[in-house]
């Protein structure tokens, strides 16, 4: 099936710094991709959906300028998180349709964000 | 908000059939049941997915009722490996956005 790569899978940064987080999609095409953030214990909560060649949509309470969303092309969109504080470290999931085939929605790895 | 309801939590012994409810009464006539599972630190699997028919593929059957307001997800055999936690959800085709509800924790038992 289709596959969904995360890079990196683990990060540990200081506190303050910008982390860039990877998500391409191997051998499809996406327009779409979605971004996720996890906690321990808790399901997956959606904070943006990304557009190849416009703007990232947000959820509400998801803040833009912290978490900047860029989707340069069909196999790429990159999660920065920026000025980063103990409390974003989570589990950062992306997630691309496959809408040539299925229309099925194939996750990444997860990559897990450490704030010290 | 999450359009569908699943338990919290399951149990069922190894080599058993496992059964997971779900409940989408508010489901839509263009919207698809997907069924997902995330074992610990890793990004959710796809299981299988149905619009009104059952399916069936090599890991499970998706059984939806004839209204479409619920389905249950079968694993024939459940395994050790089996243990995750396992999500319910409502979608349009294409490019629609994902909304994830709590899901079932499954324990499958020696």
């Known amino acids: 099936g289709a596959v969904v790569s995360q890079h990196p899978s683990r990060v540990i940064c200081k506190s303050g710094t910008s982390v860039k987080i990877e998500c391409r999609s191997l051998?499809?095409?996406?327009?779409?991709m979605f971004w996720y953030r996890q906690f321990p214990k808790q399901s997956l909560m959606l904070m943006a959906t990304?557009?190849?060649?416009?703007?990232?949509?947000?959820e509400q309470g998801v803040e833009k300028d912290k978490f900047l969303i860029n989707h340069a092309s069909l196999t790429l969109s990159t999660l920065t998180v920026t000025s980063a504080h103990p409390e974003d470290s989570s589990f950062y999931i992306c997630?691309?349709?496959?809408?040539?085939?299925?229309?099925?929605?194939?996750f990444g790895e997860g990559s897990r964000l450490t704030v010290l | 908000d999450a359009k569908t309801t699943q338990p919290p939590s399951m149990d069922c012994a190894e080599g058993r059939a496992a059964n997971l409810p779900c409940n989408h009464s508010?489901?839509?006539?263009?919207?698809?049941v997907y069924w997902y599972r995330q074992i610990h630190s890793q990004g959710p699997q796809y299981i299988i997915h149905?619009?009104?028919n059952n399916e069936t593929n090599e890991m499970a059957s998706l059984i939806i009722t004839e209204d479409r307001k619920s389905s249950t997800l079968i694993l024939p055999h459940a395994t050790l490996r089996d243990t995750a936690v396992y999500y319910c959800?409502?979608?349009?085709?294409?490019?629609?956005?994902?909304?994830f509800g709590a899901g079932t924790r499954l324990f499958v038992k020696a």
């Open positions: 997630s691309a349709n496959d809408q040539a085939a299925t229309g099925e929605l194939f």
């Open positions: 051998d499809f095409q996406a327009t779409t």
């Open positions: 990304s557009n190849e060649g416009s703007k990232a949509t947000y």
């Open positions: 508010t489901i839509s006539g263009n919207e698809y």
């Open positions: 149905g619009l009104k």
């Open positions: 959800i409502v979608r349009g085709g294409g490019g629609f956005k994902t909304i």
